[in-house]
Antibody
Framework: QEQVVESGGGLVKPGGSLRLSCVASGFVFSDYDMHWVRQAPGKGLEWVSYITSSSSTIYYADSVKGRFTISRDNARNSLYLRMDSLRAEDAAIYYC??????????????WGQGTMVTVSS | SYDLIQPPSVSVSPGQTVSISCSGDKLGGKFASWYQQKPGQSPGLVIYEDKRRPSGIPERFSGSNSGNTATLTISGAQAMDEAEYFCQAWDSRAVLFGGGTKLSVL
């Protein structure tokens, strides 16, 4: 069964750091581009960051540029998001999502269950 | 910055047809995707590349994209379709999501 499972969320103080992980299984992780998407409580979806299958290209939303770092380890079937200088407005459920690849193109064809990040003193 | 605009809410009677719009400058020149999200669940893909349905998505879901507007249409809406729907597209080096539309099936 193809799936991605996030972990690493929790409560952090403003200005603090957190590292999220996403472990993939059931598919060839190294074949797919990956994304992080977040959703604040009761709000819509906000794209956070993108990384290609080989890590050769990385993009960030302006709201996190310079504070967040996306990376992956294809040998471990894992995607990461290092979050520094966290702000109250970064509080959200963070989803790991798979890029659509050859089958689904620009779409996000698989989503994890999400991991909650709370930023509060 | 580039924005995708959706109506906050729409409603439909069971069995009727409903359309949800997503507007953005020259959106028709990009590929639009649509996601369904029910309370407490992760989003799920229902339309990709403007009009294509992933396997397992019912035929009542269809999409179109032209000019400045992408549209998700549900023909013969069912109670199980009540959810929030988000459009999505790429713009240069960023991914954009619409603000979401809550569909009520009344």
């Amino acid at each position: 069964q193809e799936q991605v499972v996030e972990s690493g969320g929790g409560l952090v103080k403003p200005g603090g750091s957190l590292r999220l992980s996403c472990v993939a299984s059931g598919f060839v992780f190294s074949d797919y581009d990956m994304h992080w998407v977040r959703q604040a409580p009761g709000k819509g979806l906000e794209w956070v960051s993108y990384i290609t299958s080989s890590s050769s290209t990385i993009y960030y939303a302006d709201s996190v540029k310079g504070r967040f770092t996306i990376s992956r380890d294809n040998a471990r079937n894992s995607l990461y998001l290092r979050m520094d200088s966290l702000r109250a407005e970064d509080a959200a459920i963070y989803y790991c999502a798979r890029g659509g690849g050859y089958s689904y193109g620009d779409a996000f064809d698989m989503w994890g269950q999400g991991t909650m990040v709370t930023v509060s003193s | 910055s580039y924005d995708l605009i959706q109506p906050p809410s729409v409603s439909v009677s069971p069995g009727q047809t409903v359309s949800i719009s997503c507007s953005g400058d020259k959106l028709g020149g990009k590929f639009a995707s649509w996601y369904q999200q029910k309370p407490g669940q992760s989003p799920g893909l229902v339309i990709y590349e403007d009009k294509r349905r992933p396997s397992g998505i019912p035929e009542r879901f269809s999409g179109s994209n032209s000019g400045n507007t992408a549209t998700l249409t549900i023909s013969g809406a069912q109670a199980m379709d009540e959810a929030e729907y988000f459009c999505q597209a790429w713009d240069s080096r960023a991914v954009l999501f619409g603000g979401g539309t809550k569909l009520s099936v009344l």
